[in-house]
């Protein structure tokens, strides 16, 4: 079944630090890949997507790029801030036509930023 | 753009009590609506998906008479925990699809503590 690995947490990082947080998947046919994040006491938001292979997904700073031969949809930004401090989860959708399709959620990785 | 109200945010109930979450989609109509329950620094893990007007389809493991789902409209979508026990105390989110588009929009959340 399709499945999401993302690196463990927690990562802490200095403010303007380059930040990689990993994330593999297992999908079969072609999935959708999401990163969320959740901050302190909400629920989720999406932060970036990207629907099909070579696609980047970006926001706030934050970038995904869709590599199929990899595998992987690893998120990256260039030069962190405090307020980047959250969990963030990466996800990924199949594409079913006949119905509704299910997000399947990574671990989730806590990133805290030091000022 | 697309909204979810999930109510109430947080709750407390006693032990053998039930207690209903609310999902609204406050600005567009969800045919599906999936619940998720969280545990503490852990990942999603979807509970059940549901359908307006018809059934809600449950995940393996996750017992049907003990967490009742409805979805009588197109807005609203309510998970009712039934005689609740202290071990499901748990964070509780929705999402919700719109209908005839494609992308998810997520509750707030329910943080439940049951005493």
Not at chain 1, 22 to 37: E, H
Not at chain 2, 16 to 22: D, L, Q, R
């Amino acid at each position: 079944g399709n499945s999401v690995t993302q690196m463990e947490g927690p990562v802490t990082l200095s403010e303007e630090a380059f930040l990689t947080i990993n994330c593999t998947y297992t999908a079969t046919g072609y999935p959708s890949l999401f990163w969320y994040v959740q901050y302190p006491g909400e629920g989720l938001q999406l932060l970036l997507k990207a629907t099909k292979a070579d696609d980047k997904g970006s926001n706030k700073g934050f970038e995904a790029t869709y590599r199929k031969e990899t595998t992987s949809f690893h998120l990256e930004k260039g030069s962190v801030q405090v307020s980047d401090s959250a969990v963030y989860f990466c996800a990924l959708s199949d594409r079913r036509r006949s119905s509704a399709s299910k997000i399947i959620f990574g671990s989730g990785t806590r990133l805290s930023i030091r000022p | 753009g697309a909204v979810v109200s999930q109510h109430p945010s947080w709750v407390i109930c006693k032990s053998g009590t039930s207690v209903k979450i609310e999902c609204r989609s406050l600005d567009f109509q969800a045919t599906t609506m999936f619940w998720y329950r969280q545990f503490p620094k852990q990942s999603l893990m979807l509970m059940a998906t549901s359908n307006e007007g018809s059934k809600a389809t449950y995940e393996q493991g996750v017992e049907k008479d003990k967490f009742l789902i409805n979805h009588a409209s197109l807005t609203l979508s309510t998970l009712t925990v039934t005689s609740a026990h202290p071990e499901d105390s748990s964070f509780y989110i929705c999402s919700a699809l719109r209908t005839g588009r494609w992308g998810y929009t997520f509750g707030s959340g329910t943080r439940l503590t049951v005493v």
